[in-house]
């Protein structure tokens, strides 16, 4: 069981860590083809346009990636702790 466990906190992590590349390539000019950075935008749309739509910028700033974070976490603890039988 600890093995999946391991398994689901890493994919959180590497999710995790995805949004953060994310939001630092948008304060980058992108080149449209780098087949990196087209990986980081389509392993992190469908967590982060869900947000987007729901949380319009405060002026400059978007703050969907943040709360798209703090949700992730939630989810991975609840995941972890379903799996661990702790709920």
């Keep these: ?6 398994v689901v906190n890493l994919f959180f ?13 948008s304060w980058l000019p992108n080149p449209p083809h780098n087949q990196l950075i087209k990986f980081i935008y ?5 967590i982060l346009v869900p947000f987007q739509r729901l949380i319009p910028p405060i ?3 978007d703050i ?3 709360v798209a974070l703090f949700a992730l976490e939630l ?3 609840l995941v972890i702790s379903l799996l661990a039988g702790s709920f």
């Design 1 to 6: 069981m600890s093995d999946i466990i391991g």
């Design 13 to 25: 992590q590497i999710l995790w860590w995805l949004v953060i590349a994310r939001i630092l390539l």
């Design 42 to 46: 389509q392993a992190t749309d469908p």
């Design 59 to 61: 002026g400059m700033i």
């Design 64 to 66: 969907s990636p943040m």
């Design 75 to 77: 989810v991975r603890k």
